[in-house]
């Protein structure tokens, strides 16, 4: 029997109250107070470019280079070269020009199933294990954990996370990097300057099916209810960190897999950080923010 026009509207205006309240419930039965890390006793250790061990450094320890950029790669044995031939360029003319800049470029094998790790070790060898560290985890841990595992490795001053695939020129860095200046003061040496895509939507749009797309402002609008509104593109590869920051956020992950860029963030609260955030973009900006198209 078919339900009266009002009936029917109250019904349908319950159902994102009903989602609302599941959503809740399940944070709240599987959400733990401090999540539990575990590193396998293989991933103490990387590979110099002599193929000897040597232990990894921690997050806590003092750090020793200007940047650190963090690269989580599953199966990218086609893709990776691309990415690290344009990153390492960049990172060495910039090191010439100013001496005192220096980096790292640790890439996180997130248990692969090809070359990934014998690609990475070329580049290793080529600028050295103190430039160059691949990282290989015993089994998939997903982007989450990947990121973590090589941000609590990293020795930057600042931390940059990298996707493997090159999306972003990694040029624009210099960008990321001013929005992270333009910050300052950092409360608690702790901030985050994070890239956007949000500019090339509308052209995305047109290359999806309309399920797709209203599965993505779907899942958009979620994000933005839940954990995260000032950031306009929580899924940008692109973000840099202080190294405060960066080891109170990964300190503080309870998702390791895809969910991880804005789940982090809404496990730990703006206030409780007394953190800043800059979400850099072109098109409509918010006011304020520095903008750049990736």
């Not at 199966?75 to 360029?89: F, I, K, Q, T, V």
């Not at 248990?111 to 990934?116: E, H």
């Not at 797709?212 to 933005?224: A, K, Q």
């Not at 998702?255 to 800059?278: C, F």
């Amino acid at each position: 029997m078919a339900l009266p026009l009002p009936a029917a509207a109250a019904a349908l205006a319950a159902l994102p109250v009903l989602l609302f309240g599941l959503i809740c419930m399940i944070a709240h039965v599987t959400a733990r107070k401090i999540p539990a890390f575990h590193r396998y006793e293989e991933e103490k250790f990387f590979l110099n470019a002599e193929g000897r061990k040597e232990s990894v450094p921690s997050i806590d320890d003092p750090a020793t280079k200007e940047l650190s950029v963090v690269v989580p790669s599953y199966n990218e044995e086609d893709r990776l070269p691309l990415m690290m031939d344009e990153a390492l360029d960049y990172l060495e003319k910039r090191q010439k020009q100013d001496p005192s800049f220096t980096y790292e470029v640790i890439v996180v094998n997130d248990g692969s199933k090809d070359q990934t790790t014998k690609v990475a070790m070329k580049y290793c060898e080529k600028y050295g294990s103190d430039k160059v560290r691949v990282l290989s985890l015993v089994k998939n841990r997903g982007k989450g954990g990947a990121v973590r595992m090589g941000v609590f490795i990293s020795r930057g001053k600042k931390i940059l996370m990298a996707d493997a695939d090159g999306a972003t020129k990694f040029a624009d860095i210099e960008k990321v990097e001013e929005g992270l200046e333009n910050l300052q003061p950092w409360p608690n040496q702790m901030a985050i300057s994070c890239g956007s895509r949000a500019h090339l939507e509308k052209d995305s749009i047109a290359k999806r099916s309309y399920f797709r797309t209203l599965l993505m402002y779907g899942f958009h609008f979620l994000v933005w209810f839940l954990c995260v509104k000032e950031i306009r593109d929580t899924q940008c590869g692109f973000k840099l960190l202080t190294r405060k920051a960066a080891s109170e956020t990964f300190s503080a992950l309870h998702i390791e897999r895809w969910l991880i860029t804005y789940l982090s963030k809404g496990a730990l609260g703006t206030e409780s950080l007394s953190w800043k955030l800059n979400s850099l973009h072109s098109g409509q900006p918010a006011p304020n923010i520095p903008t750049f198209k990736s």
